[in-house]
């Protein structure tokens, strides 16, 4: 079936493809502009792909880039406390999925704009047209003239859309249900949670956790299993020459044949703490749990999620979990040495900040310890420990 009441004759089909290809492009320019380049500078873009990102924004939701970027920022800098603009964990999960457009108009203060939103566009445009008062409200009214013209009456249903998209899912999904439901690659220090292994539908974005605990990467998957479509695209420009110092969180090496520990080496694994932590869920406590043919028995319905909860800060768990690990920690004293080693190497990652020669003591102690706790694979993974390094082994030491 044909229609004709713009100026295009369209089939049914056509109207939906536009949908989705604007309100993808729009996808895009929030994660990649908005959330990567200019709130974490995560990544540099080319002057004129940039203005293109900045012009779409404008054109499709908006949205300010000062704005955005010094609200993302202060929640990055808040998260999970009463400062922060949009916690489902302080505001409840309801109001930030309904009220997340509201939530972010409320944080647009002068004091988040002059504290967080340093580094922004500052420009004729930006003053003139994207942030004043009326061109701002320009732009979104020229998509609604622009679908009107081409689909007729329908064009008004495809300009609602786009309205509602950003809104939607990333001021309402991604800020609501990303800190509350998921699963959780990393032990960041807040509520964030992957919602999917699959980036697609938000740009990446769905891999929040993952985000958090590395918020200066441009790329946002981590597991061989993950796709971050954001990251292809960034792939693309960096091709194509329109982007450039890409970066993907802490750089740190492993050297095979390296034992001994120093300051380098604390160093380096401080700064890939994360990641660390994760290997030891998946290398020691995974396999503990395995070895231990009781655990099963005794864990219950409960099995599965053990070693999440064994990697798991304390203070993420309710009195009822305390209860539990208490008790199963009585019938199962191994797994309570390996947890109060978990806490310990957390504890050490902490001495960073403070003193070098605390942290390089604190951290050679700790895997002198493990190393004769007399687990094999606690004792491999000490070993792996020994190994990292700030640069590659073939440049100097710095």
Not at 56 to 64: C, D, F, Y
Not at 196 to 209: D, F, K, R, T, Y
Not at 279 to 302: K, N, P, Y
Not at 340 to 358: C, G, M, V
Request: with cysteine; net charge positive; charged share 20%.
């Amino acid at each position: 079936m044909t229609l004709a009441t713009g100026l295009l004759q369209w089939h049914w089909w056509q109207p939906v493809l536009y949908t989705l290809i604007l309100t993808h492009i729009t996808i895009v320019s929030v994660t990649v502009y908005l959330h990567r380049h200019s709130a974490h500078r995560a990544l540099d873009l080319h002057p004129a792909l940039a203005h293109f990102f900045r012009f779409w924004l404008w054109l499709t939701t908006s949205i300010k880039t000062r704005e955005w970027t010094a609200i993302h920022r202060r929640h990055h800098a808040t998260c999970e406390t009463e400062k922060d603009p949009h916690s489902p964990q302080v505001l409840g999960l309801k109001k930030v999925l309904l009220e997340g457009s509201e939530l972010y108009k409320q944080a647009a203060d002068e004091t988040t704009l002059n504290r967080f939103g340093k580094g922004t566009p500052d420009d004729w445009l930006e003053r003139n047209i994207y942030s004043h008062r009326f061109g701002n409200l320009a732009g979104i009214a020229t998509l609604a003239l622009i679908n009107i013209a081409l689909f007729g009456p329908i064009g008004i249903t495809i300009w609602a859309i786009q309205m509602l998209w950003i809104p939607f899912w990333a001021a309402g999904i991604i800020n609501g249900l990303a800190h509350f439901w998921g699963y959780r690659n990393y032990e960041s220090p807040d509520a964030a949670r992957n919602i999917s292994p699959v980036g697609l539908l938000i740009g990446g974005e769905e891999l929040h956790n993952n985000h958090h605990t590395y918020p200066n990467s441009a790329k946002l998957s981590s597991r061989w299993y993950e796709f971050d479509i954001g990251w292809t695209y960034i792939r693309l420009f960096s091709w194509l020459g329109m982007a450039k110092n890409i970066r993907r969180g802490p750089v740190v090496y492993r050297e095979t044949d390296k034992s001994l520990i120093d300051l380098e080496t604390a160093m380096a694994a401080a700064n890939d703490r994360f990641r660390i932590m994760a290997q030891f869920r998946r290398q020691v406590l995974r396999q503990a749990i395995r070895e231990d043919r009781t655990v099963r028995e005794t864990a219950g319905r409960h099995y599965r999620r053990l070693a999440t909860w064994l990697t798991q800060n304390q203070e993420h768990w309710d009195e009822a979990r305390h209860q539990w690990m208490d008790q199963f920690f009585d019938k199962h004293p191994e797994l309570q040495k390996l947890h109060a080693l978990k806490e310990e190497l957390n504890q050490i990652w902490a001495l960073r900040t403070r003193s070098r020669d605390e942290l390089v003591t604190a951290f050679k102690a700790w895997c002198e310890k493990a190393e004769n706790a007399g687990s094999d694979a606690l004792a491999e993974f000490a070993a792996t420990l020994r190994q990292y390094r700030l640069q590659p082994a073939h440049l100097p030491a710095r």
